[in-house]
């Protein structure tokens, strides 16, 4: 995650990494969630290093767009033999 960081940052794009946010429902505080990485405020990109993506991980960006009010994620995969990767919106 540092070296795409640093890589983006090269590019003039902000990067937050590691952001957390309480997560509550009805009034109280049911956990917390961890985003990878936020780039300029406005995507938020979840890397992994797994043999290949499934539902579970398509699930927890979908989720996380609607927790941190964000309109596109991007899920990296670094763990297969080649890169894979999915876009998401929130519209």
């Known amino acids: 995650m540092r070296c795409l960081v640093i890589e983006l940052k090269k590019r003039g794009l902000i990067c937050e990494i590691e952001i957390p946010k309480d997560i509550f429902y ?7 969630r961890r985003l990878d990485l936020l780039v ?8 992994k290093a797994i043999f290949e993506l499934d539902n579970l ?8 767009l609607k927790v941190f009010k964000v309109e596109v994620g991007l899920l990296i995969n670094f763990g297969s033999k080649s890169l894979q990767y999915k876009r998401f919106a929130n519209y």
């Open 26 to 32: 009805e009034g109280e505080h049911v956990g917390s």
């Open 40 to 47: 300029n405020g406005l995507v938020i990109v979840e890397l």
């Open 57 to 64: 991980y398509f699930s927890q960006v979908t989720n996380y």
